[in-house]
């Protein structure tokens, strides 16, 4: 209904300014004698009160059936008083001043009241076409003009108008009823569907997060102040410490989604957001874009936390310490992008992170969005982040609503139909009175033909490029072959149809094609109007005096466009809400899985972690120390071990004695260990001497890597062993089911297993 509003008070702007142009061009050609006159003066100021009416009723939001009597009453009652003696003194039978205002009361009516509004509207129509019949006399230009034709021609075209009015109204109100209860179903359904998915989301998301926080603020202290400048250093340890105490929060605490290990708190739009996640990273970032995008709060702390770690990566591997951020919209799409001109690389060639798989590509890919990466040596990075409310479904080059709520559309198209058919009527009545009139009713039908067409076919597929430069070129035609038919003699708005059909015709592309080629239509038919008129004019006097048919493609663009925007803005807010409902369906619990699992994942380092944390935040100082530097490498390694083995107490605990006793352990994982992988290393590690050798030159550091992947094929555990005596281990190793190969004394273990789901896919978790 909002639409619907904004679409009266266009409608009485432009209504109002051409009736009174219309007005002035009757007083100019009566001389002045009307102004003199009582009766009319009473008329004029009953027109003008309805008018009032109809801007305070829509400025206001104020509609009622009152308001729709009103109107149409003080509109017909000014008629009647003011059109005999005004139509006596005018020499011109084809100028009607009253047309624009009835239009205009028309709107109003079927905004204002649709169950019984109409019948004040007919009665206005009935009044209207009376006092044509009536005030009728032999136009001085083209005499041989049939009353029947003036008032059936006008009446048919009110009467269009209407139809199309009414009708639309009630259609969208029904089809509006019919998408709350289709969308409440939709919500429903993607609420359930993310309720099972968020246990396995949130997992995954407290992985990133131990990667993105923890692991990043304890590697800014183990490599030093003359490396990480301490500023930096002291922010990533603050978020760090944030998440670690989160995870220490009890079950029944509140808890919230997190933007860089910091409570994402009421941020009040997607730039904001972004803006945040960009402090403090050691990098210049210049963030673009509109203020007034606001997206779903679970996409919002996704789309910061991946701009996030795209602007790290920056500062960690472009040469150039500098990055711009881009907030947008495009279409149904939100779109960020983050720029470099740094070093860049071959993404094709090279591993470009794995951190970046995790932290961007798939944190979007949780939230229902998409990240790509594009770079080229010397050419900087492009990370482009993108999402819409849309999800999957098919992408649509018109207006939004096609693919939210096509009965809306639908409805909007009905208000088409009736405007085609009146141009076709008016043709079949005036053509006669028109050079050419053969070529002008046909290239009019087939304009009608092409428009009606398109608004069948655009239901059920996507209109082409062609299909639209097509729609043009006919409009643009049809309206030129009619305009050039114009001579001074028929000059008027009732012969000049087509500058409202090509109108139309942009009309119907504002719905299925891009706003842009509505506008070039809606142009190029302004053009052919005012120039073929004022040719056929002969002087700008005359010419002014059709100026209402002139504005007609304007008055049509005007209200396309509103509509256009208005709606898609409602579209995209409607499914901005959807989609959060069905996010947030699951926020409350997902957000305390995810507390859990940060605590699952942190149990056996978060005590210490945070003490240690507290005391570099107490006295920064401490960066750069030797000992810090040492034990910030070694919590970082307890923190990997616990994201990878987590699950399995014996086999951490095997690693820890073999670590004592002098061992280099290694795990790298593509998740964490399932119980099986675990079981399977435990058994192996087993296998190995607890002791150190040592030799005239010092001790001898043996060193052992597990590696785990999956795939969709299979799982796979390797171990690589390099140790003076490996080649005793292999037999013990062969036993358990491993393929054992000696290659330079390193002794390189696989063993494969059947493949199945796995929880979590961190693939940056190298303990």
């Known amino acids: 209904m909002e639409a619907l509003r904004l679409v009266v008070l266009a409608m009485w702007v432009i209504g109002c300014a051409g009736g009174v142009s219309a007005l002035l061009d009757v007083t100019f050609r009566a001389n002045a004698a009307i102004a003199e006159n009582a009766r009319v003066t009473v008329g004029l100021m009953c027109v003008a009160l309805g008018m009032l009416v109809v801007l305070g009723g829509a400025a206001r939001r104020q509609h009622s059936l009152t308001r729709a009597v009103v109107t149409p009453l003080l509109l017909a009652t000014g008629m009647i008083l003011a059109v005999p003696p005004m139509e006596a003194v005018d020499p011109v039978a084809l100028a009607w001043w009253p047309s624009q205002f009835v239009i205009v009361a028309i709107a109003f009516g079927a905004w204002s009241s649709t169950r019984r509004g109409w019948i004040p509207i007919v009665a206005l129509i009935g009044v209207n076409a009376a006092l044509r019949w009536s005030t009728w006399h032999t136009d001085s230009l083209i005499p041989e003009l049939s009353r029947l034709d003036l008032v059936a021609g006008q009446t048919g075209q009110l009467i269009a108008m209407s139809v199309s009015a009414f009708l639309s109204v009630n259609l969208a109100l029904s089809a509006s009823r019919m998408s709350d209860d289709l969308a409440q179903q939709a919500r429903q359904a993607r609420a359930d569907a993310a309720r099972q998915g968020a246990a396995a989301r949130q997992s995954r998301e407290a992985d990133r997060m131990v990667h993105d926080e923890i692991l990043y603020g304890l590697r800014a202290v183990a490599m030093g102040s003359e490396i990480v400048p301490p500023a930096r250093a002291v922010a990533a340890i603050r978020q760090a410490l944030g998440l670690v105490t ?421 795990v790298r994982s593509d998740g964490e260990l399932d119980a099986e992988l675990a079981e399977a290393a435990l058994t192996a590690l087993r296998v190995l001497p607890s002791h150190v050798h040592q030799d005239s030159n010092g001790p001898v550091q043996p060193s052992v890597t597990v590696s785990a992947s999956w795939n969709d094929l299979g799982r796979r555990l390797g171990l690589s062993i390099q140790h003076h005596g490996s080649e005793a281990f292999g037999e013990p190793l062969r036993s358990q089911g491993w393929l054992v190969q000696d290659v330079d004394g390193i002794l390189h273990c696989v063993r494969r297993f059947a493949g199945r789901a796995v929880e979590s896919w961190d693939s940056t978790l190298v303990s």
């Not at 959807?578 to 605590?599: F, N």
Request: some cysteine.
């Open 246 to 666: 989160a995870a220490a929060r009890q079950p029944g605490d509140e808890v919230t989604a997190t933007i860089g290990g910091r409570e994402a708190v009421e941020v009040e739009s997607l730039k904001a957001a972004v803006t945040e996640a960009c402090a403090q990273e050691g990098v210049i970032v210049h963030v673009l874009g509109s203020e007034r995008i606001r997206i779903p709060e679970a996409v919002t702390v996704a789309i910061a936390g991946a701009v996030r770690e795209t602007v790290r990566n920056v500062a960690r591997h472009a040469s150039i310490p500098e990055a711009t951020v881009t907030v947008a919209r495009v279409g149904s799409e939100v779109v960020v992008t983050v720029r470099d001109k740094g070093r860049g690389f071959q993404p094709h060639l090279e591993d470009f992170g794995k951190g970046i798989q995790q932290s961007v590509v798939n944190r979007l890919s949780d939230v229902g969005g998409i990240a790509k990466v594009d770079s080229a040596p010397g050419e900087g990075t492009t990370v482009t982040l993108a999402w819409s409310p849309l999800g999957g479904a098919p992408r649509t080059r018109g207006m939004l609503l096609l693919t939210t709520t096509p009965g809306l559309v639908r409805a909007l198209i009905l208000i088409l139909v009736p405007q085609l058919a009146s141009i076709m009527w008016l043709a079949l009545w005036f053509s006669g009175y028109l050079p050419g009139a053969v070529a002008t009713l046909a290239a009019t039908a087939v304009a009608v033909l092409s428009g009606g067409s398109a608004l069948w076919l655009g239901q059920r597929q996507p209109i082409s490029a062609w299909g639209s430069a097509a729609l043009i070129m006919v409009a643009w035609m049809a309206a030129l072959i009619n305009g050039l038919a114009l001579t001074h003699e028929s000059l008027s708005v009732h012969f000049f149809w087509m500058a409202t059909g090509a109108s139309l015709i942009g009309s119907i592309l504002s719905i299925f094609r891009r706003l842009r080629e509505a506008v070039l239509c809606w142009v190029g038919t302004t053009v052919i109007c005012a120039v073929t008129s004022f040719a056929a004019a002969g002087s700008v006097q005359r010419w002014l005096t059709f100026v209402p048919s002139v504005a007609a493609p304007i008055a049509l663009a005007a209200i396309g466009i509103l509509v256009r925007r208005v709606l898609d803005r409602v579209a995209w807010h409607l499914l901005g809400a959807e989609a959060d409902i069905a996010l947030s369906a699951t926020a409350a619990s997902g957000y305390r899985a995810l507390q859990a699992r940060l605590a699952e994942r942190l149990k056996g380092t978060q005590d210490t972690l945070s003490e240690f944390l507290t005391a570099i935040i107490a006295n920064p100082a401490l960066l750069g120390d030797p000992a810090v530097m040492h034990r910030a490498g070694l919590l970082e390694r307890a923190v990997r071990d616990d994201l990878v083995v987590s699950g399995d107490s014996s086999l951490r605990a095997v690693i820890t004695t073999m670590r004592e006793a002098g061992w280099a352990v290694t």
